[in-house]
């Protein structure tokens, strides 16, 4: 299974915010939508960071009473990790564990085409083994016919 699959099932809506916004206007979008991280955007729409959860509490574990002003561009992650749509489910999931962290921005011929997290890889494993799983079942008890 590719990670174009898991896009076309979820969808490749993606949010993202400006650079020069406060931190807290980022956490105001994350609660909105109920996501874990935004793309980072400049003025020309391009993709120039993540920000994340995790960026966001260890800001605010320093600076919390400075998140009201302090810009998304000096708290998020400028080194994007990303991968393909072409790319293998199982390849995405290592990426992620390895790199230790929960979202990756999908590239399309250096186009933003989705973002996918650790959750949708999981959910789509899971069911790639129910059905594997069902099949195997039935295939032992003699469901199908000979």
Do not use: W
Request: hydrophobic share 35%.
């Amino acid at each position: 299974m590719r990670i174009k699959n898991i896009l076309e099932k979820k969808g490749n809506k993606v949010y993202s915010i400006h650079q020069n916004q406060p931190v807290y206007e980022a956490i105001k979008e994350l609660v909105k939508q109920n996501i874990g991280a935004l793309l980072v955007h400049d003025d020309d729409h391009q993709i120039v960071g993540i920000l994340s959860e995790r960026d966001i509490l260890r800001e605010g574990s320093q600076n919390c009473e400075k998140l009201h002003v302090t810009p998304i561009k000096e708290v998020m992650t400028v080194d994007l990790i990303i991968c393909r749509p072409e790319d293998e489910i199982t390849y995405a999931k290592q990426v992620m564990v390895k790199n230790r962290i929960r979202h990756l921005p999908i590239f399309d011929e250096g186009k933003i085409v989705g973002v996918v997290s650790m959750r949708d890889v999981v959910e789509q494993e899971l069911k790639e083994f129910t059905v594997e799983n069902r099949y195997l079942r039935d295939y032992i008890e003699g469901k199908y016919p000979a």
